[in-house]
């Protein structure tokens, strides 16, 4: 939802370095340099890219071109990560599809006994995670690598398996320019005509990673919920494969647990 007048408090708050009522009077500078923040703005450039930060849970990320900007929806995706790694005493948990580095890092600091994998395809996606994890959580462990063959070596160990992973369909360009022209469409469109390809490989990765009791939590689209739950139960490694809404009730992610095999 557009919010102009957050924006701009932002914005000013980003030139002034400090909250408004803080700050001095503006300068002359500042007035210039605030001028050029609200055209960029008004042409629709992502308020993320701008400041070159951004917020997920309790952290503040560094943001930029090369990465999905991260939305509130996926804070509880992460949520069911957490949760599910805090069930055990020194979990193992990977993220596929990383980004920024949001999700790992959040699970990394909010479980410190977890031991935590991040994987990401595009080298400036993997970039930006290498700056967050730096200043956040260096014991993340980041990997170059693809969704689909990442981290052979951890077969059967991984207590959580998370993905944020892309998942538009091909004829579902997003409508909001910030998204349509600014998030990379790696980390928009999932592959296939239904933009599955990508989650069900997800999937499958998460089949051979999980331990047996291992669990898989994974973003989708709300019209998606009924194909992913389907894609779940072919692979035929999970069970009690459920979907979950997000606050405003929306169906925004699949849960599922490892079987033995």
Known sequence: MPSPDVDARLLAEHVA??????AGPPTPAQL???????DRRRRREPLQHITGEMYFRHLRLTAGPGAFVVRPETELVAEEAIAAARGRPAPRVVDLCTGSGAIALAVATEVPAAEVWAVELSPPALELARRNVADLDPRVTLVAGD?????PELDGTVDVVVSNPPYVPP???PQDPEVRDHDPDLALYGGGADGLDVPRA??????RLLRPGGVV???HAEVQAAAVREAAAVIGAFTDVRTVPDLSGRDRMVVARRVAP
């Open 32 to 38: 210039t340099g605030y001028a050029a923040l609200v």
């Open 17 to 22: 370095g400090s909250p408004l009522i803080l």
């Open 147 to 151: 969704a689909a063959s990442a981290l």
């Open 171 to 173: 004829d579902a360009v």
């Open 202 to 207: 997800v999937l499958r990765t998460a089949a």
């Open 217 to 219: 939590v994974m973003e």
